[in-house]
């Protein structure tokens, strides 16, 4: 696990942006994203478009696919996760949308929306580098705690904590759907690499538990600790739990030229 610690989240963003593009080089312009929604990947999606717009970076051929979706929300609905896509990844990254995929949480069809999703993600190639957040307690999609390790994208219930944390992007805490459709941990553990972000306070115990705490469905982002390419980037408050911090800092800072990232 790499993990790498940011004095703010401007920085963050660029950091997670940079090592999305340099995996992206490598595996050209078809490159399969998974994305997040929420807070955390907003300044990472900044930093994407600043380096398409600087030309450092080529997604003319690239698909994405959404971890998540509520369950049941009317077509069209601002806080779908469709919507959230659409607004902050497929029309400032310039995807087409044709090549945006996110679960399907209609009614209708739901109880074979996991398995068409997951056979979408195997059609296109799988995926090269996911891009994740955190919960506060943990999650990453939306696999709550008690989650199987090795899940497939299917329907949850969101936990209570779950539903306040989201309460902020709708009227009422009451409006917030009960349950998701979520790619599994399984799911998430398939892609080539992954680069979660975490901002602020709030994410400090979780960040703490995810890097440094026991491999647990309890903690269920420590399933990465298991992950071949994982990049963790946080800011100084998430950051504030960790007891290595020192060494990951200078780790960072004395990386061998072939894995270092471009920050210019
Ligand atoms: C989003 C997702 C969630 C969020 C997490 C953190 O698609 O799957 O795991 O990444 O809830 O949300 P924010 O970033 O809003 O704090």
Redesign the pocket.
Known sequence: MEIIICPNEGRVGQVAAAKIAKIAAEVGPGVVLGV??????LSTYDGLAKLLAAGKLDLSQASAF???EYVGLADGHPES?REVIRRTVTEPLGLDPSRVHVPDGSLHGLASAGERYEKAIVAAGGVDVQI????TNG????NEPTSSLSSRTRVKMLTQN?RQ??ARFFASLDDVPRHCI?QGLGTIMAARHVVLVATGEA?ADAVGRLVEGPVTAMCPASVLQMHQFATIVVDEAAAGHLALADYYKQAFENLPAWQALDLA
């Open positions: 997040a929604t929420g807070s955390s990947p959404a971890l998540d996760y994740l957040g955190i919960g999650h990453v999609g939306f779950t944390d989201n979520t994410k």
